[in-house]
């Protein structure tokens, strides 16, 4: 296990590290805002013991060089759309568009190749695991286009239609698996809004949360508030007590990241 540490962004200094002991907020959409003279970059934004994240923008067609036809045999990639829409192209299965929220995942030793569509940006988090391999291992797509298979529930879909998910489990507090696999557990969680009431964890796993939909107010005994909105990522590391309240009149959206438990 690396030694605890927090690394500085050199141009803005929004921090992106772990292993942290203590919990924090990467306010997505500031970054996003700081790079708006930017229509294609990437930047790492988190490190944890079961995944790597970067946020990378990009614009029709691909011009931030998406266009990279690779396949790693070592984890499943996989991508959350925070901004736009993208095509993407995994293994052989008929290229498709995933649209923001959805959840995008490439099984291990299935190509992939990215690309931006629509006629606006695009931004995406990219998730992937510690030591995991890079784009070395190119593969291209052959000749036939498979169907995309027709299970519609998750875990372990190629594509995760949120909208799709948020229709058929209604509007109740719910949890589901979105994501399990050898390396990597995500968990999509509803949450009526509790307005008067925060609900307390302490979990025994380091994880981070991405807010889908809706506000959530973590708060915690001894640190201050962390005031989360659509976007954002809030990193909790294990055994750390914390209350969680979803404010609104909607449901909140979250999924929860962690190795598999
Ligand atoms: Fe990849």
Known sequence: MPEESNFIWPKNGYFYNIYSSKPFHIETNKLIDHKAEENVWSEPVLFTDSSTVAI??????????????????????WWIILKGQLEFQIGNYQPFIASTNDIVSAPIGLRHLIISSGNKQSVRLIIGVPGGSGHDNKKLKGSQ?????????????????????????????????ILKNQHTQAELISEKPNTNNSSKYKDSFNQWYIVIQGKIIF???NDKDINAVEGDIIYIPKNFVYYVKSLGTKNSLRISISKPR
């Open 56 to 77: 990378k923008a990009d614009m029709p067609g691909g011009l931030g060089g998406s266009s990279d036809d690779h396949v790693h045999y070592d984890f499943v990639e």
């Open 145 to 177: 286009n498979d169907p995309i298979p027709k299970r519609k529930n998750p875990p372990n879909l190629i594509h995760t239609d949120m909208q799709e998910i948020i229709k058929k489990f209604g509007c109740s507090s719910w949890s589901k698996t």
């Open 219 to 221: 708060s915690f005994d």
